[in-house]
């Protein structure tokens, strides 16, 4: 049974940083792991991808690029999301997400997800 597990949210003033993990079980040859966001009112958006086979080849939105990093360490199955220079409109929801074949990319076509962890940005 695949789990998606989120951890490292948290509140944090504006400027500040904030290191997300998620650690996956059930599977281990993933082809793409994925972080996402949902503020309230708003639709879920994609942040930021990894392939996870060959090449690692990072994707970003643009909101976030500069800002955000996304890496895994494959060993231990977990997937991280660094924030730096956060500001109040990066507070959300944020979900991992996991898949085992198709493209990578930050559409929503991810069949695996995590239950999310809250970032509070304050001004």
């Known amino acids: 049974q695949v789990q998606l597990v989120e951890s490292g949210g948290g509140s944090v003033e504006a400027g500040g940083s904030l290191r997300l993990s998620c650690a996956a079980s059930g599977y281990v040859n993933w082809s793409c792991l994925a972080w996402f966001r949902q503020a309230p009112g708003k639709e879920r958006e994609g942040l930021a991808a990894?392939?996870?086979?060959?090449?690692?080849?990072?994707y970003y939105v643009d909101s976030v690029k500069g800002r955000f990093t996304i890496s895994h360490d494959n060993a231990k199955n977990t997937l991280f999301l660094q924030m730096n220079s956060l500001k109040p409109e990066d507070t959300a929801v944020y979900y991992c997400?996991?898949?085992?074949?198709?493209?990578?990319?930050?559409?929503?076509?991810?069949?695996?997800w995590g239950q999310g962890t809250q970032v509070t940005v304050s001004s």
């Open positions: 997400a996991a898949k085992t074949t198709g493209l990578c990319n930050l559409g929503l076509g991810f069949p695996y």
């Open positions: 990894i392939r996870t086979t060959t090449g690692g080849r990072t």
